[in-house]
C-alpha cells in the first residue's frame, strides 16, 4: 500500500471514530446549535434595529454572512480540544505506537469537525432562511460563499490542532483556542463597518483575513461584486493549511501523554 | 536494548541501558518512580529517540525502521488508553483496522479477546461505564489485537484496585503461559516476584542488578527471626538464650522486647526457639521467620526504600 492511501484509509478509520460518537451526544449537538442561533437572534433583534451599514437597506443581509462565518470559526475550537483529550488521555501513545500514518491522526480528527461544523451550519441556514434572511446572489454563488466560509474553518482547525497538541490539559486547550477568536472575528466586517472602527484599528479590521473571508461569502450570498477578496481568502486558508499541517505534524511526533 | 542513553535537559533519564530479553519470556523491569522505566519503554516502542545505542525488536532498528517495530509491538501504556465514548468492540475494531488487518480478521480477532479478557458481556456497551479493571483488560486486548511478538505493560495495575489487579495479574500469567513475550515495568516489588521469570532492577537510569527474583533475594542472605517477649527485664536472658540459636548477632530493640537475627531457614526453628526461651523462663509474646522480599533487595542495593524515593520524586 503506498503511503497516500494509508493515510486516507487511516484517516478515515480516525474521522470515523470521532463520527460515531456525535450521534450518541445528543446533548452535546442540541447545545452546539442552540449558541449560534442565540447569536443569531441576538444580533437581528438587539443590535439590528440600530445598526445601519451603508449599501444594505436591511441589517440582516449584511449580519447573517458574518455570524455564519463566525459560528463555523468557533467550530474550529472542537479540533484542538479533542486533541488535548486524546493526549491527555493517553490515546495518542497508543496511536503514534501503531504502524499507521501518523498525519491520519490529525487529518481524521479535522475532516471529522468538519462534519459536526456542516451540521451546525445548516441548522443555522434554516433558521436565517426562517428569520428572513436570502440568496439573493443565486445558487451557483451561495454554493461558493459556503465553501470559502468551510475552507478557512478548516484552515483554523489547523490552527486549534497545534494548540491542542501544545498545551498540557483540555482546559487549557480550551481557553488558548477560544481566547483569540473573539479579536479575530469581532475586530472584522463581520457585524459592523469597519470605517467606524478607530483610526488605529481599521486597517487591523481591514487587514484581518477573517474581513476578507466574510466580505467576500457576504458579497458572494447577496450577489454584490466580489473583486479579489475571494481569492485573498483562498489564498489565505491555503497558506494557513500549508503552515500549521507542517507545525501540527511536527508537534504530533513529539508531544507525550507525560 | 545496547547502551540507550536518553537525556532530558540536565537529566540522564537512561544512563546506558542494556537489556536483553528473549522470546517468550517475562521480564519485568523494576525501579522507583523517576528510574527510567517508562522512558526504556518509550524508546523501544518508538516513542522516544535514543540519544545514544540502540534497541532492536526481532533483530530491528528502532531507530532505523520504527514502522517495522510498530507492527511488531503492543503497548499497554500507564493510562488506560481507551476511547471511553466508543464500545469495547468498536475500541478493538478500530485499533485492529489501524494495523491495516482485513475487517473479517479483526471481528474474529476481537470477538476471541472479548471472550478471553471476559469481556464479552459488556462487549456493546460503551467504555465509559467501565470500571478501572476491565478499561485496563480491554487496553491490553487492543494492544493484543495485531498479535504482536512482544508486549509492552508500563505499570499495567498502577491506579486498580486490589481486587481488579489480582485479575490483572491473572491475565498476564496467562499471556505467559501463551508464550507471549513480554516486558513489563513495576513499582510494586511484589508485583515483579509474582509475575517476572526475571527481574531487571533499574535506578537513576542504570540497570543495578539482574537476575531471577530467587537469585535477587540469595543476594542479601537468608531469614531473619524476630521474638517479642512481655517484660523488658527478661532482655538479656533472652538474649543469652537466643544467640547459640542463630546465625549471627542478635539484635535488641530500645524497648528492650524486640530480638531480630540471622537464622539459617529451615525446619523446626521456631518450636526450638519458642521451648528454649520456654525453658529458660522468658515469657514470649510473638515468634516470626520472615524471608526476605524483594523490598530487601532494593534497599541492599539502592541503600533506600521504595517509599522512601516515592516521597522524594
Given at each position: 500500500m503506498n503511503r497516500l492511501r494509508w493515510l486516507l484509509h487511516d484517516s478515515w478509520v480516525e474521522a470515523e471514530r470521532h463520527l460515531r460518537i456525535i450521534p450518541r451526544n445528543v446533548e452535546l449537538l442540541i447545545f452546539a446549535s442552540i449558541q449560534p442561533i442565540m447569536f443569531l437572534a441576538i444580533f437581528v433583534y438587539v443590535f439590528g434595529g440600530s445598526i445601519v451599514i451603508p449599501?444594505?437597506?436591511?441589517?440582516d443581509q449584511f449580519l447573517m454572512p458574518g455570524i455564519f462565518a463566525q459560528t463555523l470559526v468557533f467550530g474550529s475550537a472542537f479540533t484542538g480540544i479533542g486533541l488535548a483529550d486524546d493526549l491527555q488521555k493517553g490515546l495518542v501513545d497508543r496511536l503514534r505506537s501503531l504502524?499507521?500514518?501518523?498525519?491520519a491522526v490529525i487529518v481524521g480528527r479535522t475532516i471529522s469537525d468538519l462534519v459536526r461544523n456542516l451540521f451546525t451550519f445548516v441548522v443555522m441556514i434554516v433558521v436565517a432562511l426562517a428569520i428572513g434572511f436570502r440568496f439573493t446572489g443565486g445558487a451557483v454563488d451561495a454554493i461558493a460563499a459556503t465553501a470559502l466560509l468551510v475552507l478557512f474553518s478548516y484552515a483554523l482547525s489547523w490552527v486549534q490542532a497545534v494548540i491542542g497538541l501544545s498545551v498540557s490539559s483540555v482546559e487549557a486547550a480550551n481557553s488558548a483556542g477560544f481566547i483569540w477568536m473573539f479579536p479575530l472575528t469581532f475586530v472584522s466586517s463581520a457585524f459592523v463597518d469597519?470605517?467606524?472602527?478607530?483610526g488605529w484599528l481599521r486597517p487591523v479590521a481591514d487587514a484581518n483575513p477573517f474581513t476578507l473571508v466574510t466580505n467576500s461569502a457576504r458579497a458572494l450570498y447577496n450577489g454584490n461584486p466580489v473583486g479579489t477578496d475571494a481569492w485573498w481568502a483562498l489564498a489565505w486558508s491555503i497558506g494557513i493549511i500549508v503552515v500549521f499541517s507542517t507545525m501540527a505534524a511536527r508537534r504530533f511526533s513529539r508531544s507525550t501523554a507525560g | 536494548m545496547d547502551g540507550i542513553v536518553k537525556t532530558f535537559g540536565d537529566t540522564?533519564?537512561?544512563?546506558g541501558v542494556d537489556l536483553a530479553v528473549p522470546r517468550g519470556a517475562v521480564y519485568g523491569l523494576l525501579g522507583p518512580n523517576g528510574a527510567g522505566k517508562t522512558t526504556s519503554v518509550r524508546v523501544l516502542t518508538t516513542l522516544l529517540r535514543p540519544d545514544a545505542g540502540t534497541a532492536r525488536i526481532d533483530g530491528i532498528d528502532v531507530a532505523a525502521d520504527p514502522h517495522a517495530v510498530r507492527q511488531r509491538i503492543g503497548l499497554t501504556g500507564q493510562?488506560?488508553?481507551?476511547?471511553?465514548?466508543?464500545t469495547a468492540r468498536e475500541n478493538l475494531g478500530f485499533v485492529g483496522r489501524l494495523f491495516h488487518l482485513p475487517r473479517a480478521r479483526v471481528a474474529a480477532r476481537a470477538d476471541e479477546l472479548l471472550e478471553r479478557f471476559d469481556l464479552a458481556d459488556a462487549a456493546?456497551?460503551?467504555?465509559?461505564?467501565?470500571s478501572g479493571g476491565m478499561r485496563r483488560r480491554l487496553d491490553i486486548a487492543m494492544s493484543l489485537i495485531a498479535e504482536p511478538s512482544v508486549l509492552f505493560l508500563d505499570e499495567?495495575?498502577?491506579?486498580?484496585d486490589p481486587r481488579s489487579r489480582l485479575g490483572m495479574w491473572d491475565v498476564i500469567e496467562e499471556l505467559a503461559a501463551d508464550g507471549t513475550t513480554v516486558l513489563l515495568t513495576t513499582q510494586y516489588l511484589e508485583e515483579a516476584d509474582r509475575l517476572a521469570e526475571q527481574i531487571v532492577v533499574i535506578d537513576h537510569g542504570r540497570v543495578i542488578a539482574e537476575g531471577s527474583p530467587d537469585e535477587l533475594k540469595q543476594r542479601i542472605g537468608g531469614a531473619r527471626l524476630s521474638v517479642r517477649i512481655?517484660?523488658?527485664?527478661n532482655q538479656e536472658r533472652a538474649m543469652s538464650t537466643l544467640t547459640p540459636l542463630c546465625a549471627g548477632e542478635v539484635v535488641s530493640d530500645d524497648a528492650r522486647t524486640g530480638f531480630s537475627a540471622p537464622i539459617i531457614a529451615g525446619d523446626g526453628v521456631v518450636p526450638g526457639v519458642i521451648r528454649a526461651l520456654d525453658d529458660a523462663g522468658v515469657d514470649v509474646l510473638d515468634v516470626e521467620v520472615r524471608r526476605p522480599s524483594l523490598d530487601d533487595v532494593f534497599l541492599v542495593l539502592t541503600g533506600r526504600t521504595t517509599d522512601a524515593e516515592e516521597d522524594a520524586s
Open positions: 449599501g444594505f437597506d436591511n441589517y504502524p499507521m500514518s501518523r498525519s469597519p470605517s467606524n472602527m478607530p | 540522564r533519564a537512561l544512563d493510562y488506560a488508553a481507551v476511547e471511553e465514548r466508543l456493546d456497551r460503551v467504555v465509559k461505564g467501565f499495567p495495575t498502577t491506579g486498580l512481655a517484660r523488658p527485664e
